[in-house]
Structure formats: C-alpha cells, structure tokens
C-alpha cells in the first residue's frame, strides 16, 4: 500500500498521480486527492492502482446523490463537482490531440455545459436483472440493478417510475422527446404492462433547431436534447453555410445536421447506411436533401464545399478520411464522442492538408468521463 497524489485525469475516467516519475492511474481518485492505493497492474511505462482509502480530499470532492454510485457503471465523476469536470474534459482532449493528433498547440474552448447536471438524458438502455432495470458495473459484465437512475430526463424517469416488475424481460429501452413529451419503450420479452402505451409506439417526435424529427425505436438520436441544439449551432458556427455552397452530412443519421444547418446550404447530401436512420432521414426530409444509401467509406461523389461528420465512436479511419477529403470540402466540421480516435483522425485528417482551427467540447454527459466535441478543420 503507498500514498499517493492525484494532480490530473486521464482519457477513460482515472485520475493519474506520480510515483518515481512513472504515471499511475487510479479509478475513484479525482486531482487534488491524496490516497492510499494498491497498484494492481505494474508496466515499464504506467501501472494501475486500486484506491483503498482517502487520506486528504481533494476541494473538488461532492457528495454523489445517488445511492447505487459507484457500483453503477453508468456514472464515473458524481463524486466530483460538475464545475471540475468542465475543466478535466478540456484537459483531456488538449491533450489527446497533441499525444495522438501531433498538434503541438490546439485551439481547445472551455468545456461548454449545455443543459442541467442531472436529469439530461432522453434515452436509457438497460439490461434486466432479477426483475430489475440495471445498468454494468464499471469494467465488469456484473449488472447492477436499479431503484433510481438521476441521468434520465424527466418524461422518461416517469416511465421508469412506473415499470414494476420485468420478468420475462432481457433488454428495455426507454426514450422521450424532450420537446414534445412523447414517451416509446423498446423491449426485448414480455412486455409489462404499466408500459402498454409506451411500447405500442414504434417512433417519437422531438424538435431540435426548430425542425421536428421522428425517432424510431433503434435508430441512433443525440441521447441529449439540450447538447443536440447545442451541436447544431456550434456546427452552423464551423460551417457557416451559404446558399451557393454545397454541403456533405457524413453519417447523416435522421438528419439532424442535414435539416438544421443545413437549411443555409443551397444543397446537402446526405450518406448514411443504417436502415432504421434511413428511414427516419427519408421521413424527416421529405425530399430536401440528396440522400446516399451507402458506408460512408464507400462515398465517391461529387465535390462539395463544406462537409459535416459524425462517425461513430471509432472515427472515421483510414477509408473514412480518404472518402471525405475526396470530396475537397474547404471546411469541416468534426463531431466527434471520443477525443482518442478524434485525435488519429486529426492526424490523418493534417496529412491530406487539413489543419485543425478550433475545438468546441461540451459535456453531453455530465458525471461521465465522455465528451463530445465539434472540431473546425479547414483546407490548406
């Protein structure tokens, strides 16, 4: 057992002190913090430690609000005052993208905090266990069984308030548009029957930049109302579209960058493969757009001006950026949920003369070590 001094936080949630200038990651532990801890895992380079007691609390520790913390693994920072974990999320990606993106100095904004702390989500998947809503406990496939969850938005914590017992269940999705109070469950089993209505819908409504969208059950939607309208703008902001500009959405989903910005484009084409977001994009168009039905690493069409993208958390990749800067947009706005893979892709991104001008991360997902991030390159 050694005492330590926690002073920053890593990419993934741990905070990281200095023992005999080698980095030692500590789960539970929050800069500012002195501990004693375990190491558990000891390499060349880093070791991993298990933190056993607190000895001095760092002046950023909170009273987490929920009983389940920190078994749940849905949460990582409730122990740690939200105002702190704006900082850390900027730190972090500042420094992804100079270890892994090779930018010496990036032009990272503060972290901005779109909505409420708490009470933000409009979606929730959970597994069942013992009659049971949970959620995995952290890095473990152990399930953790809920009475309460304080992330879920208001209409959809209502329908968890509200589900009894759900035996016969193995997988329950909760949404709610946040703007117009629809309420869908998507279960796999038996349905309960406190949730009839719920589950008989097979889509919601929800209105983002003043457009509405339908969400169908399975297709992805930005799990964060508030952070949705944020993006939209942050995104127009990168882009600034004009009417005699064309305009790409990269992994267009059910086009919330497609209808919104792009409304100032004189033309958008949107790419997106997966069925469910086909749907709703075709839907939620209604022949406004030019819409791909294909892999984004596929796309080989016409050049456009500006380009938007919004990859799943792996990036775009190798076959992703070369399909992207075939397009020659001058201007891209990168949304991104990951500043790791943000980061190789910005390094792929510098080598086909792309520079990144500026970074925008926002807390999409207060009390978690995940950020999202609106990155603006542009063409040498």
């Known amino acids: 057992m050694i005492e330590l001094s926690l002073d920053a936080m890593a990419h993934g949630g741990e905070a990281i002190g200095r023992l005999d200038g080698k980095a030692v990651f500590v789960a539970g532990a929050i800069p500012g913090d ?77 972290t901005l905090s779109p909505g409420p702390p708490f009470g933000y989500r409009n979606r929730m998947d959970f597994s069942v266990m013992q009659g049971r809503p949970a959620l995995l406990e952290a890095k473990s496939s152990r399930a953790v069984a809920l009475e309460v969850c304080h992330l879920m938005a208001p209409p959809v914590a209502e329908m968890f308030d509200r589900l009894g017992r759900l035996d016969g269940v193995s997988r329950l999705t909760l949404r709610a548009g946040i703007a117009t109070g629809d309420q869908m469950a998507v279960v796999d089993g038996r349905a309960p029957v406190e949730l009839a209505r719920a589950v008989a819908r097979r889509s919601i409504d929800e209105v983002v930049g003043g457009v509405p969208f339908r969400i169908s059950g399975r297709a992805f939607f930005q799990a964060n109302t508030d952070g949705a309208e944020a993006l939209v703008g942050i995104v127009a902001e990168a882009l600034g579209p004009t009417s005699n500009q064309v305009m790409l959405d990269a992994f267009a989903g059910g086009g919330l960058f497609s209808l919104t910005v792009g409304r100032r484009a004189g033309r958008v084409v949107a790419v997106e493969s997966d069925p469910a977001a086909l749907g709703d994009l075709r839907h939620n168009a209604k022949g406004a757009v030019a819409i791909e039905d294909l892999r984004f690493e596929e796309y080989r069409g016409e050049a456009v001006d500006i380009a938007v993208c919004d990859p799943p958390r792996t990036g775009l990749g190798a076959a992703g950026v070369e399909a992207l800067t075939a397009a020659r947009p001058e201007v891209v706005a990168y949304v991104s949920c990951d500043p790791a893979s943000l980061s190789r892709d910005v390094r792929l991104l510098a080598a086909h003369g792309y520079r990144l001008d500026w970074a925008q991360p926002v807390d999409m997902f207060p009390q978690t070590f995940h950020v999202e991030t609106v990155a603006r390159l542009v063409r040498n």
């Open 34 to 110: 002195r501990a004693m801890v375990e190491v558990v895992l000891d390499r060349e380079r880093f070791a991993r430690a298990r933190l056993s007691s607190i000895v001095e609390p760092s002046p950023f520790r909170t009273d987490p609000p929920c009983r389940h913390f920190p078994d749940c693994g849905g949460c990582q920072w409730q122990m740690a005052q939200h105002q702190a974990q704006l900082g850390w999320k900027a730190e972090i990606l500042v420094g992804q993208l100079r270890h892994l993106g090779g930018v010496a100095d990036p032009s990272v904004r503060p």
